[in-house]
């Protein structure tokens, strides 16, 4: 099969296969009448290069679609494999099927809840109870979904749980809301590596998403830290993934003006 | 394209989820505009640095006591039967 891009025939080349076809040298035309049949030819050759040139260019998008909707397909048909033998593991009380399933997600339940009530404690109970009710539901589990976005799932409405018990005041944020314009225009994207990754700065940031509302903290966490993409962040937070973009800038605009003002003082001092 | 069209675009920016003309026009704008341009490195420099120092794993002590507790309330519970599981 061939895999590299197709050899386009020049005009030339074309046009030449065309008079051979015919089999007719070129001449000077003998009349204006003469001339102007070999102008049309000339246009009905150019036009059939277009429709050659866009029937290529339209396979070549379509076989490229093609191959990555394939590589996609396989690699998530691979995962969904892989879920089965752990569910159907799990669901016959394998001891090794446990483990794997505990090394695999306990430390992502974790940094979920951590990021969402902010506290070790909070969040250890959290993936407790993820872990305990994904055991108890695991027989009933469909597969509609990845078994890890499930799991976050279970998490996520966890930690809503316990943060509601601890702060029932908090009200959600208006989305529609405009944002305001950024204002810390100080550059520190160059700033050397161990300024960034210093413990005084990561107290700053680890704070800065604390104190963002927890929607768009679940947003950014779900986004930015554990790197998930945005179908599977709203299917957890529950959300559309036009409200979760929403939520996601505004979490990001928020936090790069906490974080630019702190280095902006830094810099200037 | 204006600096508040630019930043009201600027997460699908950096999430390469917009279409070539808009990305034609911000990385336009970005060339002559210093403030747009320091909001949206900063802005992609602070997803970098979260993703990596931002992955916290549960303790080591606190985790073996995780691991004991739950295998024990899994191998507590018998297999599911055929007729339990949900196809």
Redesign the interface.
């Known amino acids: 099969m061939h895999t590299g891009p197709i050899a386009e025939p020049s005009t030339a080349e074309y046009a030449k296969g065309r008079f051979l076809r015919h089999r007719r040298t070129r001449s000077a035309p003998s009349s204006p009448r003469a001339g102007r049949i070999r102008i049309r030819r000339r246009e009905r050759i150019a036009d059939k290069q277009n429709v050659w040139k866009h029937r290529h260019a339209t396979s070549t998008v379509r076989y490229n679609w093609f191959r990555k909707s394939v590589s996609t397909l396989q690699s998530e048909r691979a995962t969904m494999d892989d879920e089965s033998v752990l569910i159907d593991g799990?669901?016959?009380?394998d001891?090794q099927a446990?483990?794997t399933f505990?090394e695999r997600y306990?430390?992502r339940m974790?940094?979920l809840a951590?990021?969402v009530v902010g506290s070790?404690a909070d969040a250890?109970e959290v993936?407790?109870a993820t872990?305990?009710s994904a055991?108890?539901a695991?027989?009933?589990?469909?597969q509609n979904a990845r078994l890890s976005t499930w799991l976050y799932r279970i998490a996520y409405n966890h930690a809503l749980m316990i943060l509601r018990r601890r702060r029932p005041e908090e009200s959600l944020p208006d989305d529609d809301n405009a944002?305001p314009?950024?204002s810390s225009?100080?550059?520190?994207?160059?700033l050397p590596e161990d300024r960034?990754?210093s413990r005084e700065a990561?107290e700053i940031?680890r704070k800065a998403?604390a104190e963002l509302p927890t929607t768009l903290r679940a947003a950014?966490?779900c986004r930015?830290?554990e790197?998930l993409s945005?179908a599977e962040c709203a299917q957890i937070i529950g959300v559309s993934e036009g409200a979760l973009?929403v939520r996601?800038?505004r979490a990001?605009?928020t936090?790069?003006e906490r974080?630019?003002a702190y280095f902006g003082e830094w810099m200037a001092s | 394209m204006t600096?508040?069209e630019l930043?009201?675009h600027?997460?699908?920016y950096?999430?390469h989820?917009m279409d070539a003309d808009l990305v034609a026009e911000v990385q336009e704008h970005i060339a002559h505009c210093r403030?747009c341009r320091?909001?949206l490195?900063?802005?992609?420099?602070?997803?970098v640095?979260?993703?990596d120092?931002?992955?916290?794993?549960?303790?080591a002590g606190?985790?073996d006591a995780?691991?004991d507790?739950?295998?024990q309330?899994?191998?507590s519970?018998?297999?599911?039967s055929e007729a339990?599981?949900?196809?």
């Open positions: 799990l669901r016959q009380r001891p446990f483990a505990f306990a430390d974790y940094r951590y990021g070790e250890e993936a407790q872990f305990i055991l108890e695991i027989d009933r589990f469909e944002l314009m950024p225009l100080t550059d520190w994207s160059t960034l990754l990561q940031l998403i950014f966490i930015d830290i790197g945005t973009k996601l800038h990001r605009l936090l790069r974080v630019s | 600096c508040e930043i009201a600027l997460s699908s950096i999430d989820e403030n320091v909001v490195d900063t802005t992609q420099r602070l997803i640095l979260v993703h120092e931002g992955r916290r794993i549960i303790p606190q985790r995780l691991f507790r739950l295998q309330a899994f191998l519970r018998p297999p599911a339990d599981t949900t196809v």
